[in-house]
């Protein structure tokens, strides 16, 4: 066994905490060995998943290869799963097998998709939280399109393109208003009528964003659902009782029988804790109501100072954080800081997780960035500043580089562009536009950069002596 002094710093999960914990660590030239486990391949870019069902961004862009953005780093890289964490013994089990002594641990496990207890939703309804929901959703949805624009019944038709988003949180909103501008665009390509589709946003309560970060954007979220391509309905503050491989069963307060709604449905609403937590062995009152462990301001697990955790599965009793990309980033980082501190003898500092503003999609090509709840752009400018301020926030600079130009190319070229046969006049009209947009684009890249700085900077302060050691010398 090796002595503590050469055990690596262990990282579970490869999410925003996880992940740029290690990069943080690694740029600020952290001298324990560092090992990062995912069951995935890729990380996960979920702010940006709806910009690539819409086909608006390419795989590569949302979801890079950890091997890519790891490299020349030498964080060493696992594709496992942990089965097993003994606290007490200070080492965890791989899936494979593999056994690893720590010296410090890095908990970002993220949660996964919850769904109430409710019946049939796990089986049949389609989440939205990795790259094998996306392609199965896109696939299925196209499918159904395809379908209805080959029928001449008319109700067979309106069973096919009825879709159900379940959950007025972020998600369901900017899920719901992707697809009242996607699905007419692309239903109209086969031929299509754009009024047959039909889209219902269900919710237990009965007003959108409740006790959400986003919650003061309520009326501004209501008015632009009505303005997309097709009309949302909401359905809200109902209870759903099912999901069958027909639809979704609900049922209102107003109504003594549960009501039948035949459709695809997408769930949004909920997540649960990653099983991995519910072994750990951490007593019921180092939990919350909903099993998750309690941390440290410092971010450190409770009982094990050599453990920190973060994200979803983690809270701080004294100040509990929304499960937002930024809060997670932060938290990533002021953990790296706390590493770097324990490794130079200085005292912790208490992790400072500032939110200043939200994002949210609002359907292709409009978008709300909300900065510190006093400041909103809205439509095309506020989407082109969503989509830079998290194409900017991706993991390593040659990589948000590289997507930044790809979706810069996109805006200009494919979409923007008017092909070889189009007269002079379209295409100086098409120039101007391409120019025109290449400033906003800029300006928007500019604006994402100053933004994710604002949204996601970490405020912590500099690592100070630790109160027992004494001050290392000057230079």
Same mark, same amino acid.
């Given at each position: 066994m090796t002595s503590a002094e050469t055990k690596p710093t262990v990282i579970v999960g490869g999410g925003f905490v996880g992940l740029f914990c290690a990069l943080h660590l690694r740029h600020r030239r952290y001298a324990e060995p560092i090992i990062l486990i995912d069951p995935?391949?890729?990380?996960?870019?979920?702010?940006?998943?709806?910009?690539?069902?819409?086909?608006?961004?390419?795989?590569?862009?949302?979801?890079?290869?950890?091997?890519?953005?790891?490299?020349?780093?030498?964080?060493?890289f696992v594709q496992d799963s942990v089965s097993q964490i003994d606290l007490k013994g200070r080492s965890l089990t791989t899936a494979t097998g593999r056994q690893l002594n720590y010296g410090h641990l890095v908990l970002g496990l993220?949660?996964?998709?919850?769904?109430?207890?409710?019946?049939?939703?796990?089986?049949?309804?389609?989440?939205?939280?990795?790259?094998?929901?996306?392609?199965?959703?896109?696939?299925?949805?196209?499918?159904?399109?395809?379908?209805?624009?080959?029928?001449?019944?008319?109700?067979?038709?309106?069973?096919?393109l009825t879709i159900a988003v379940v959950g007025a949180g972020p998600s369901g909103i900017e899920m719901v208003a992707l697809l009242a501008d996607w699905l007419p665009l692309q239903y109209e390509r086969l031929g299509g009528d754009r009024q047959e589709i039909r889209l219902v946003l269900v919710n237990r309560s009965p007003e959108i964003l409740k006790g959400d970060a986003n919650a003061?954007?309520?009326?501004?979220? =209501?008015?632009? %659902?009505?303005?997309?391509?097709?009309?949302?309905? $909401? #359905?809200?503050?109902?209870?759903?009782? +099912?999901?069958?491989?027909?639809?979704?069963?609900?049922?209102?307060?107003?109504?003594?029988?549960?009501?039948?709604?035949?459709?695809?449905?997408?769930?949004?609403?909920?997540v649960s804790n990653n099983p991995l937590l519910a072994e750990l062995e951490i007593p019921a009152s180092d939990r919350n109501r909903h099993g998750v462990p309690y941390v440290s301001p410092t971010l450190q697990l409770l009982g094990y100072p050599e453990v920190f955790a973060a994200g979803d599965c983690a809270v701080v009793k004294e100040q509990p954080q929304p499960g937002l990309a930024q809060v997670a980033y932060q938290q990533g980082a002021a953990i790296a800081h706390n590493l770097l501190a324990l490794s130079h003898n200085h005292a912790l500092s208490p992790a400072k997780v500032s939110l200043r503003g939200? =994002?949210?999609? %609002?359907?292709?090509?409009?978008?709300?960035?909300? $900065? #510190?709840?006093?400041?909103?752009v809205? +439509?095309?400018?506020?989407?082109?500043?969503?989509?830079?301020?998290?194409?900017?926030?991706?993991?390593?600079?040659?990589?948000?580089?590289k997507a930044t130009v790809d979706w810069l190319s996109e805006e200009l070229?494919?979409?923007?562009?008017?092909?070889?046969?189009?007269?002079?006049?379209?295409?100086?009209?098409?120039?101007?536009?391409?120019?025109?947009?290449t400033i906003v684009g800029l300006v928007a890249i500019l604006g994402g950069f100053l933004a994710t700085r604002l949204l996601n900077e970490p405020r912590s302060p500099q690592p100070q002596p630790s109160p027992t050691q004494p001050a290392p010398p000057a230079p």
């Open positions: 995935k391949d890729r990380f996960i870019f979920r702010p940006l998943l709806f910009d690539f069902l819409s086909g608006e961004l390419s795989d590569e862009q949302v979801w890079p290869r950890y091997e890519e953005l790891l490299q020349g780093s030498e964080v060493e993220g949660a996964t998709q919850g769904y109430f207890g409710t019946l049939g939703a796990a089986e049949h309804a389609f989440a939205f939280r990795d790259r094998d929901d996306v392609l199965k959703l896109g696939k299925h949805l196209l499918q159904r399109l395809q379908q209805a624009s080959q029928s001449r019944d008319r109700q067979q038709r309106q069973d096919l003061s954007l309520h009326d501004l979220v =209501l008015e632009e %659902l009505q303005q997309r391509q097709i009309p949302i309905e $909401l #359905l809200l503050g109902v209870a759903v009782e +099912g999901v069958t491989a027909e639809g979704l069963v609900y049922r209102s307060a107003a109504e003594a029988e549960p009501q039948q709604l035949t459709s695809t449905v997408i769930w949004t609403a909920g939200t =994002l949210m999609g %609002l359907g292709i090509d409009n978008a709300v960035a909300n $900065l #510190l709840n006093r400041y909103r809205t +439509g095309k400018p506020g989407a082109l500043l969503r989509k830079a301020t998290y194409l900017e926030l991706l993991p390593t600079p040659v990589h948000n580089f070229f494919h979409r923007h562009s008017g092909g070889q046969t189009q007269s002079l006049e379209k295409r100086e009209i098409g120039i101007s536009r391409a120019i025109a947009i």
